[in-house]
């Protein structure tokens, strides 16, 4: 029996039915009312319902053109004989949404699960682009696990600024060139359009894109899907594939959980440090493997990664853009390139194996993608630290860091919070040089709910002054993916649950080592423990709504930021009715 054959156990019953083909009463309330659409009976006669989950939002620009993706999925739908619904769920525009999209993510989820479960739906499309809104559509149907498949939105078209290709990772330097004073609020301003010229999410290897590569190495979209633009043609054959695929996976009856194996997340880690992809991956991947019930640890972040160098030249970790990806071979020209180090027989959910996925893809410039034995850069992926200062852990991203700085000892700068942070960076006695490590507290995932993401915070402006571009900066926050610098993130426990980075004081020794993965406050024992005792106890201000019940439930960065009673599934089974 072949691969593809081994998922074609054919259902008896649409889930659907339990809605579309009851008699009397509760069956004229189920179809009455869908009528008023303008639908013919036999839409309700045993044909899969395929919800296409939609996060169109205006407040979403990256996904501002998900209306349009939609109705090509709704052709494939229905050409393959399938019942298209189409239905919101609340969208997270990264750039708009305060404090953070990350403190929704989890409430998204929770949306997306209860809207699939509660409804007359055998399959769904998640149609996913800026970064939150995959992991958190990801999420919510693996806890409802039935058939389901990701169409990415695609990134924008590369950024053209005074005859230079720019992208989000050029925010991060006009800051400090803002800041330092070498560049124009006027030159800020006219490089905004100039940045953003099409449809699409963030066109670096930023979270967004690590996640569209994310569900395509795991196997949950349409192999190529990681990479076509947005403005691609293309994009919308793929939706369209995915929309009549859909169909497919509902008489087959394969599920997430048919995909989502142990070997597809390994397989995910590595394509992730290949490509230099996000920090954000490491806290979505452990939260997606929780809701499926695959045990998936930090430390495999680490070791897995350990052996994959860097092939894929992409801002933040090098030069290229999303755009350039594409045309260079995309996702399954760097799969093809790892093969020795997949699973390639994990399923995907096309129906075909990971080989027989890729068994095609070729690299057309070596500038973009390289080879393994001649990569871009030996150092990838997600090193995890350990030491007295993140007893279960911290992560940093080597190839966006300094090679200098990979091994220092410097005196910490402490500040106690985001707003000390902002108060004091510019100080002129503020007791900083090249050599200082900058400590911020206070920013993990209770503390400053949703973790904000200012773990790379910018440089006093006495140092870019004298051309320093790089120190040493630790945080129990997350940084954009787009981001760069020796940046130390999610520091477990956070300063807030009694974590070691809530006693650092001024002038206190930091040694970073990242060959050894140490991470050490040189402080002895007994002078910790004293100052520990001396710690006042976090307290929850938040006494209503959303966010409170966030900081009571969250867990630590290590363990995927998700709240502690989402974690696993419920099934989808349908719950009696009311009528
Ligand atoms: Fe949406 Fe960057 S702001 S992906």
Same mark, same amino acid.
Request: net charge negative.
């Given at each position: 029996?072949?691969?593809t054959?081994k998922?074609?156990k054919?259902?008896?019953?649409?889930?659907?039915?339990?809605?579309?083909?009851? &008699?009397?009463?509760?069956?004229?309330?189920?179809r *009455?009312?869908?009528?008023?659409?303008?639908?013919?009976?036999d839409?309700?006669?045993?044909k899969?319902?395929?919800g296409?989950?939609?996060?169109?939002s205006?407040?979403?620009?990256?996904?501002?053109?998900?209306?349009?993706?939609?109705?090509? +999925?709704?052709?494939?739908?229905?050409?393959a004989?399938?019942?298209?619904?189409?239905?919101?769920?609340?969208?997270l525009?990264e750039?708009?949404i305060?404090?953070?999209?990350?403190?929704?993510?989890?409430?998204?989820?929770m949306?997306?699960?209860e809207?699939?479960r509660?409804?007359?739906?055998?399959?769904?499309?998640?149609?996913?682009g800026?970064?939150? &809104?995959?992991?958190?559509?990801?999420?919510?149907?693996?806890?409802?696990d039935?058939?389901?498949?990701?169409?990415?939105?695609?990134?924008?078209?590369?950024?053209?600024?005074k005859?230079?290709?720019i992208?989000?990772?050029?925010i991060?330097?006009?800051?400090?060139?803002?800041h330092?004073?070498?560049?124009?609020?006027?030159?800020l301003?006219?490089?905004?359009?100039?940045?953003?010229?099409s449809?699409?999410?963030?066109?670096v290897?930023? &979270?967004?894109?690590?996640?569209a590569c994310?569900?395509?190495?795991?196997?949950?979209?349409?192999?190529?899907n990681?990479?076509i633009?947005?403005?691609?043609?293309?994009?919308?054959?793929?939706?369209?594939?995915?929309?009549?695929?859909?169909?497919?996976?509902?008489?087959e009856?394969?599920?997430?959980?048919?995909?989502?194996?142990?070997?597809?997340?390994?397989?995910?880690?590595k394509?992730?440090?290949?490509?230099?992809?996000? &920090?954000?991956f490491?806290?979505?991947?452990?939260?997606?493997?929780?809701?499926i019930?695959?045990?998936?640890d930090?430390?495999?972040?680490?070791?897995?990664?350990?052996?994959?160098?860097?092939? !894929?030249n992409?801002?933040?970790?090098?030069?290229?853009f999303?755009?350039?990806?594409?045309y260079?071979?995309?996702?399954?020209?760097?799969?093809?390139e790892?093969?020795?180090?997949?699973?390639?027989?994990?399923m995907m959910?096309?129906?075909?194996t990971?080989?027989?996925?890729?068994?095609?893809?070729?690299?057309?410039?070596?500038?973009?993608?390289?080879? +393994?034995?001649?990569?871009?850069n030996?150092?990838?992926?997600?090193?995890?630290?350990?030491?007295?200062?993140?007893?279960?852990?911290?992560?940093?991203?080597?190839?966006? !860091?300094?090679?200098?700085l990979?091994?220092?000892?410097?005196?910490?700068?402490?500040?106690?919070?985001?707003?000390?942070?902002?108060?004091?960076?510019?100080?002129?006695d503020?007791?900083?040089d090249?050599?200082s490590?900058?400590?911020?507290?206070n920013?993990g995932p209770?503390?400053?709910p949703g973790?904000p993401e200012?773990?790379?915070m910018?440089?006093?402006k006495?140092?870019?002054?004298?051309?320093?571009?790089?120190?040493?900066r630790i945080s129990?926050?997350?940084?954009?993916?787009?981001?760069?610098?020796?940046?130390?993130?999610?520091?477990?426990?956070?300063? !807030?649950?009694?974590g070691?980075?809530?006693?650092?004081?001024?002038?206190?020794?930091?040694?970073?080592?990242?060959?050894?993965?140490?991470?050490?406050?040189?402080?002895?024992?007994?002078?910790?423990?004293?100052?520990?005792?001396?710690?006042?106890?976090?307290?929850?201000?938040?006494?209503?709504?959303?966010?409170?019940?966030?900081?009571?439930?969250?867990?630590? *960065?290590?363990?995927?930021?998700?709240?502690?009673?989402?974690?696993?599934?419920?099934?989808?089974?349908?719950s009696?009715?009311?009528h």
């Amino acid at each position: 029996m072949s691969e593809t054959k081994k998922y074609l156990k054919m259902k008896k019953e649409f889930r659907s039915q339990q809605w579309f083909g009851l &008699t009397g009463k509760d069956g004229f309330i189920h179809r *009455a009312w869908m009528k008023n659409q303008g639908l013919p009976d036999d839409e309700f006669r045993g044909k899969p319902v395929i919800g296409i989950c939609n996060t169109w939002s205006e407040l979403t620009p990256c996904n501002a053109h998900f209306r349009e993706l939609a109705e090509s +999925v709704k052709w494939g739908i229905l050409e393959a004989g399938g019942f298209p619904v189409e239905f919101p769920v609340m969208s997270l525009g990264e750039g708009l949404i305060k404090p953070t999209a990350m403190l929704y993510r989890n409430l998204v989820s929770m949306d997306v699960e209860e809207s699939i479960r509660a409804n007359p739906i055998d399959g769904v499309v998640l149609l996913c682009g800026c970064d939150k &809104t995959t992991p958190s559509l990801v999420m919510g149907a693996c806890s409802m696990d039935i058939p389901s498949i990701v169409v990415s939105g695609g990134a924008m078209v590369t950024g053209k600024y005074k005859g230079k290709d720019i992208g989000t990772s050029d925010i991060w330097r006009f800051a400090d060139e803002l800041h330092s004073g070498t560049m124009t609020e006027e030159a800020l301003n006219l490089a905004e359009p100039c940045m953003c010229r099409s449809r699409g999410h963030c066109a670096v290897m930023g &979270t967004a894109s690590s996640m569209a590569c994310m569900v395509e190495a795991v196997g949950i979209s349409h192999s190529g899907n990681a990479a076509i633009p947005a403005a691609d043609s293309r994009r919308k054959v793929l939706a369209q594939l995915s929309g009549s695929r859909i169909v497919e996976m509902v008489n087959e009856d394969m599920k997430l959980s048919d995909v989502l194996t142990r070997e597809a997340f390994e397989n995910a880690i590595k394509v992730n440090a290949a490509i230099g992809g996000s &920090t954000n991956f490491v806290i979505h991947l452990l939260a997606i493997a929780g809701r499926i019930g695959i045990r998936l640890d930090l430390d495999d972040f680490d070791r897995l990664s350990a052996s994959i160098p860097l092939i !894929a030249n992409l801002q933040p970790s090098g030069k290229y853009f999303k755009e350039d990806f594409y045309y260079a071979g995309g996702l399954p020209a760097v799969m093809q390139e790892l093969t020795a180090h997949l699973h390639p027989s994990c399923m995907m959910v096309n129906g075909k194996t990971i080989i027989e996925n890729i068994s095609n893809a070729e690299i057309w410039n070596r500038e973009v993608i390289a080879t +393994v034995d001649e990569p871009f850069n030996p150092q990838s992926g997600i090193v995890v630290l350990k030491g007295n200062l993140c007893e279960d852990g911290a992560i940093m991203k080597p190839s966006a !860091a300094s090679v200098q700085l990979m091994q220092h000892t410097g005196k910490a700068v402490v500040f106690e919070n985001i707003e000390d942070y902002k108060n004091r960076i510019d100080a002129p006695d503020l007791p900083v040089d090249e050599n200082s490590i900058l400590v911020l507290k206070n920013v993990g995932p209770k503390s400053y709910p949703g973790m904000p993401e200012v773990g790379n915070m910018g440089l006093p402006k006495k140092l870019l002054n004298k051309g320093i571009t790089d120190l040493i900066r630790i945080s129990d926050d997350r940084m954009s993916g787009t981001g760069f610098g020796t940046v130390v993130l999610h520091v477990s426990p956070e300063a !807030a649950k009694g974590g070691t980075p809530a006693v650092v004081k001024d002038g206190d020794l930091i040694k970073l080592d990242v060959a050894s993965r140490s991470l050490q406050l040189l402080v002895d024992d007994e002078e910790l423990q004293k100052r520990k005792e001396n710690l006042q106890p976090f307290i929850n201000e938040y006494k209503r709504g959303y966010v409170s019940l966030f900081i009571d439930h969250v867990e630590q *960065a290590h363990l995927g930021v998700d709240l502690d009673f989402l974690k696993g599934g419920s099934g989808n089974k349908v719950s009696l009715d009311s009528h």
